[in-house]
């Protein structure tokens, strides 16, 4: 029975295709698993591992409630998913979910909408009682008899069996401008295990710097209320694009990153800033294909302040750096 309803559940999410259709059936799909978990989620047990804080089991389910997010990564998933199955008919497809929290959110709406021939899994998650929450929820819906295995892991340092090709690698451990969650720690650690066929999701991650005003710049702050999409939001007219700094995707881990540190060039700062003191980090999600996400459709692409001009307008340049050795955080060098 809950798989039907499942099943009409991610169907109108895959269909949907206006805002308004986007938060309804997110909204259904927060609802139904409301009504399925027996476990109440805990809001103290956050994790810190290298490379960032790993969500409490409360603060992972709540990202079911970032509607767009939650729409637009299902989409790009099942597209991807489609497209394996069509480019391995004879066998079944090996997806690794990096972080799936209690509710496995990216893969188990979708279950039921692959036959269970098709589908091989690893789930990990490094919170006991997100793996336990999602071992119950499988066992509710009937769907754990799909190939599914649930690990508690840390997924930065996860090591995949010998005999399993990731064919697509899902990782959604993120915050805004990249900075608390182990996105690119655990991006990391998957990319080198992805073989050139591999799907990486989101493909894309791209890390902007601007300079603008902070406080008019659209940002989500109440995913359950205010969702808007990006042709809905007025942008801030003096806006000012500086560069885009970096990409989080397939190819960055074979280039430029060697260690847990990026550092940008330095950038001349504007003498007149009165229309944009602030500098600022703007982030996109490009998901899978042609499906994005864009500034402030989600909290995790918010945008981010690193500092205001008023405070460092002796100087004339400034560069960024952006460190994941331990919690990712954003800081900065000023040259006179
Ligand atoms: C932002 S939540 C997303 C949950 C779910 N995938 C979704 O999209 O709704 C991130 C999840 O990743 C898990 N996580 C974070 N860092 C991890 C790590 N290093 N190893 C394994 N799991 C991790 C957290 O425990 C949390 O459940």
């Known amino acids: ?10 169907q109108s999410i895959i269909a949907s295709n206006t805002v308004d259709e986007h938060v309804k059936s997110a909204k259904e799909l927060s609802d139904f698993y409301s009504k399925i978990s027996s ?3 805990s809001v103290s047990n956050e994790t810190l591992v290298k490379g ?3 969500l409490s089991s409360s603060g992972a389910a709540d990202c079911v409630d970032d509607y767009l997010r939650t729409v637009f990564f299902i989409k790009g998933i099942y597209k ?11 066998r079944s497809v090996n997806i690794l979910y990096a972080g799936c929290g209690p ?6 709406p979708l279950l039921p ?18 793996i336990a929450s999602v071992r119950n929820l ?16 840390d997924a930065t340092t996860y090591t995949k069996p010998n005999d399993f090709t990731i064919d697509l690698a899902i990782s959604e451990t993120m915050h805004y401008a990249l900075t608390s969650e182990p996105q690119v720690a655990i991006t990391q650690n998957i990319v080198s295990q992805l073989p050139p066929h591999g799907i990486l999701i989101p493909e894309e991650i791209t890390i902007d ?9 659209p940002a989500l702050k109440n995913a359950k209320q205010e969702v808007k999409g990006h042709k809905q939001m007025q942008p801030y007219p003096h806006h000012v694009f500086v560069d885009r700094l970096f990409t989080i995707n397939k190819e960055l881990f074979s280039s430029i990153i060697h260690n847990s540190k990026i550092e940008s060039k330095f950038y001349d700062l504007p003498a007149n800033f009165e229309n944009h003191p602030d500098i600022c980090i703007f982030t996109k999600i490009k998901i899978f294909n042609n499906i994005e996400l864009k500034t402030a459709e989600s909290y995790i692409t918010n945008p981010y302040c690193v500092v205001s001009l008023y405070s460092i307008n002796d100087y004339s340049g400034i560069q960024l750096m952006y460190d994941f050795s331990e919690i990712p955080k954003w800081s900065y060098n000023l040259k006179n």
């Open 1 to 10: 029975m809950y798989k039907q309803e499942l099943t009409v559940i991610v």
């Open 39 to 41: 476990v109440e989620h």
């Open 52 to 54: 960032g804080i790993a």
């Open 80 to 90: 991807a998913l489609t497209q394996l199955c069509n480019h391995f008919p004879e």
């Open 103 to 108: 509710y496995a959110t990216l893969i188990l």
């Open 113 to 130: 909408l692959f036959d269970k021939s098709r589908i091989n899994a690893l789930l990990l998650d490094i919170n006991a009682a997100s």
């Open 138 to 153: 499988l066992s509710v819906t009937g769907l754990d008899e799909y190939q599914l295995q649930l690990i508690e892991t």
């Open 209 to 217: 710097l601007a300079y603008t005003f902070f406080d008019h710049e």
